[in-house]
C-alpha cells in the first residue's frame, strides 16, 4: 500500500513557474515508475509526464514538452514536476500517480494503481 500527497498548486500569473511535489509513504514493491496527470474542469483526465524509477527515462505530453520537467529523489520518496512559462492553458487539478511495481513511465491512467487528491494549479490570463 503507498500513498501519495501533492503539495505545491495555488494561483499564478502567466510566465510564472512553479513546483509541484509528491510524497510517497507506505510499503513500495519493485522499483515503480510515477507520473503526473491532470485534469481541467469539462476535460477529461489528460497525461503530463512520468519518469522510471532510476530517472534515466522520461516521458512528456507534447503540450509541456520543453516547459515542465519531471524528477524524483528516491531518498526523500518524492517526486516533483517543474513547471515553466506556464499558460492559462495549464490549469488544472494535477494528480501525482504510481505504479505498483513496473518501472516503465507508461503515459496511460489505467497504468497506474495509487493515486493521490491532487493539488490545484491556476494560471492566470
Known amino acids: 500500500q503507498v500513498q501519495l500527497v501533492e503539495s505545491g498548486g495555488r494561483l499564478v500569473q502567466a510566465g510564472d513557474s512553479l513546483r509541484l511535489s509528491c510524497a510517497a509513504s507506505?510499503?513500495?514493491?519493485?522499483?515503480?515508475?510515477m507520473g503526473w496527470f491532470r485534469q481541467a474542469p469539462g476535460k477529461e483526465r489528460e497525461f503530463v509526464a512520468a519518469?522510471?524509477?532510476?530517472?534515466?527515462?522520461?516521458n512528456y505530453a507534447d503540450s509541456v514538452k520543453g516547459r515542465f520537467t519531471i524528477s524524483r529523489d528516491n531518498a526523500r520518496n518524492t517526486v516533483y514536476l517543474q513547471m515553466n512559462s506556464l499558460v492559462p492553458e495549464d490549469t488544472a487539478v494535477y494528480y501525482c500517480?504510481?505504479?505498483?511495481?513496473?518501472?516503465?513511465?507508461?503515459?496511460?491512467?489505467?497504468?497506474?494503481?495509487?493515486w493521490g487528491q491532487g493539488t490545484q494549479v491556476t494560471v492566470s490570463s
Open positions: 500517480a504510481s505504479r505498483r511495481v513496473l518501472a516503465i513511465p507508461g503515459v496511460s491512467a489505467y497504468e497506474y494503481d495509487y
Open positions: 507506505g510499503r513500495t514493491f519493485g522499483r515503480p515508475a
Open positions: 519518469i522510471s524509477w532510476t530517472g534515466g527515462m522520461t
